[in-house]
């Protein structure tokens, strides 16, 4: 089970920390991958981080701007979010399958744990 938390409405140029708190999982070693999905558009993936940490992975246009991270004590993977625009405003959630010990890319349809989403508004 996936449980996302810390959406919530924030100015441009502002910040918001996500999170994706994980449980039920019979594998120690299970990536977590965040996807977002805007009004009228398709779900696209943001990050992604192996359980261990050592496998990070972000889409382009969030580089620079986002931080995933990973407290494997508390089964819970963050999502800091820098610099917000606009373009950012969507619902954000998290998945994972016991397949994947590291990143498997962004095809929604392959994690068989997902998340019920947490919603991100960036006003302008």
């Known amino acids: 089970q996936l449980v996302e938390s810390g959406g919530g409405l924030v100015q441009a140029g502002g910040s918001l920390r996500l999170s994706c708190a994980a449980s039920?999982?019979?594998?120690?070693?299970?990536?977590i991958t965040w996807f977002r999905q805007a009004p009228e558009k398709e779900r696209e993936g943001v990050a992604c981080i192996s359980r261990s940490g050592g496998d990070i992975r972000y889409r382009e246009s969030v580089k620079g701007r986002f931080t995933i991270s990973i407290d494997s004590a508390k089964n819970t993977v963050y999502l800091q979010m820098n610099s917000l625009t606009p373009d950012d405003t969507a619902v954000y959630y998290c998945a994972a399958d016991p397949m994947y010990s590291v990143c498997a890319g962004y095809d929604w349809r392959q994690y068989e744990s997902r998340g019920q989403g947490t919603l991100v508004t960036v006003s302008s």
């Open positions: 039920g999982f019979r594998s120690a070693e299970v990536a």
